[in-house]
């Protein structure tokens, strides 16, 4: 039994007008307009199962124009504008359940420009800028709830520029510079209530370099420098009435190297070596005042080796 190939218009041996176009075992593959031997102008595509595969503009036997593309469920794939049988224009792409994955614009096949991201519930996940499929530009990423969870600058589908982080309850919880991700650069971190917590610069999401610590009243605890998210190198320790506790070296978060330590009043009381957060060295205590009451050497927080104990005149008293 022979099988049909095309069953319609002819024009000078080519398809022209209204026409069918069959696969080799009888399945339609096309049904609709053609010009000069190419489906052209209106027409639906099959999948070998009968069911429709595309539906809308066709040129030179590719979709373009606005059209429809289905799954072989017969839910939509994509619906808007086609070039060259590519996505390009303003479309919608959805999921195989039907509900919307993407909104906006398109080109070759990508989200280029402008475009909305849901998933598979249909909720935003994403909002902004596109470069060749990717999130690129400005753009606000969004938590399940509807609340925006980050606001700013995109590259590669990351976070990277300037931008605020926000927690599921709108707050923000960084506000800065960012780069694959990640805090990268200067930038401010915020408690749950909205507070500065840390000012200053981070690397690697940790904080690193020049910054300033908070508590929860705003008053500063630490200012100076961060290594790995610890106090590492020249810092300022302070009381919550604003004066000076410590001002010198630090290591891994301890007092190590050189430094002062004050009252709350901000008179000097130690003045000296430090090892593993403890006096260790040589140092120097002293009265509120300000004069020398001890200045010689310590072990482990206590006076231990050589020194010299003095009256509150600043006269020795003795020798170790």
Same mark, same amino acid.
Do not use: T, W
């Given at each position: 039994?022979?099988?049909?190939?095309?069953?319609?218009?002819?024009?000078?041996?080519?398809?022209?007008?209204?026409?069918?176009?069959?696969? #080799?075992?009888?399945?339609?593959?096309?049904?609709?307009?053609?010009?000069?031997?190419?489906?052209?102008?209106?027409?639906?595509?099959?999948?070998?199962?009968?069911?429709?595969?595309?539906?809308?503009?066709?040129?030179?036997?590719?979709?373009?124009?606005?059209g429809i593309l289905y799954y072989e469920n017969e839910n939509k794939i994509y619906e808007g504008d086609f070039k060259n049988g590519k996505y390009e224009g303003k479309g919608i792409g959805y999921?195989?359940?039907?509900?919307?994955?993407?909104?906006?614009?398109?080109?070759?096949?990508?989200?280029?420009?402008?475009?909305?991201?849901?998933?598979? !519930?249909? @909720?935003?996940?994403?909002?902004?800028?596109?470069?060749?499929?990717?999130?690129?530009?400005?753009?606000?990423?969004?938590? #399940?709830?509807?609340?925006?969870?980050?606001?700013?600058?995109?590259?590669?589908?990351?976070?990277?520029?300037?931008?605020?982080?926000?927690?599921?309850?709108?707050?923000?919880?960084?506000?800065?510079?960012?780069?694959?991700?990640?805090?990268?650069?200067?930038?401010?971190?915020?408690?749950?209530?909205?507070?500065?917590?840390?000012?200053?610069?981070?690397?690697?999401? #940790?904080?690193?370099?020049?910054?300033?610590?908070?508590?929860?009243?705003?008053?500063?605890?630490?200012?100076?420098?961060?290594?790995?998210?610890?106090?590492?190198?020249?810092?300022?320790?302070?009381?919550?009435?604003?004066?000076?506790?410590?001002?010198?070296?630090?290591?891994?978060? !301890?007092? #190590?190297?050189?430094?002062?330590?004050?009252?709350?009043?901000?008179?000097?009381?130690?003045?000296?070596? @430090?090892?593993?957060?403890?006096?260790?060295?040589?140092?120097?205590?002293?009265?509120?005042?300000?004069?020398?009451?001890?200045?010689?050497?310590?072990?482990?927080?206590?006076?231990?080796?050589?020194?010299?104990?003095y009256y509150e005149n600043g006269n020795e008293i003795n020798k170790e």
């Amino acid at each position: 039994m022979e099988n049909k190939i095309y069953e319609g218009d002819l024009k000078k041996n080519k398809a022209e007008g209204k026409g069918i176009l069959y696969d #080799e075992n009888g399945n339609k593959l096309y049904e609709g307009d053609y010009k000069n031997g190419n489906a052209e102008g209106k027409g639906i595509g099959y999948y070998e199962n009968g069911k429709k595969k595309y539906e809308g503009d066709f040129k030179n036997d590719n979709y373009e124009g606005k059209g429809i593309l289905y799954y072989e469920n017969e839910n939509k794939i994509y619906e808007g504008d086609f070039k060259n049988g590519k996505y390009e224009g303003k479309g919608i792409g959805y999921y195989e359940n039907g509900n919307k994955r993407y909104e906006g614009d398109f080109k070759n096949d990508n989200y280029e420009g402008k475009g909305i991201y849901y998933d598979k !519930n249909e @909720n935003k996940e994403y909002e902004g800028d596109y470069k060749n499929g990717k999130s690129e530009g400005k753009g606000i990423g969004y938590y #399940e709830n509807g609340n925006k969870r980050y606001e700013g600058d995109y590259k590669n589908d990351m976070p990277e520029g300037k931008g605020i982080f926000y927690d599921k309850n709108g707050n923000k919880k960084y506000e800065g510079d960012f780069k694959n991700s990640k805090a990268e650069g200067k930038g401010i971190l915020y408690d749950e209530n909205g507070n500065k917590k840390y000012e200053g610069d981070f690397r690697n999401g #940790e904080y690193e370099g020049k910054g300033i610590y908070y508590d929860k009243n705003g008053n500063k605890l630490y200012e100076g420098d961060y290594k790995n998210g610890e106090y590492e190198g020249k810092g300022i320790l302070y009381y919550e009435n604003g004066n000076k506790l410590y001002e010198g070296d630090f290591k891994n978060d !301890n007092y #190590e190297g050189k430094g002062i330590f004050y009252d709350e009043n901000g008179n000097k009381i130690y003045e000296g070596d @430090n090892k593993n957060g403890i006096f260790e060295g040589k140092g120097i205590f002293y009265d509120k005042n300000g004069n020398k009451l001890y200045e010689g050497d310590f072990k482990k927080g206590n006076i231990e080796g050589k020194g010299i104990y003095y009256y509150e005149n600043g006269n020795e008293i003795n020798k170790e």
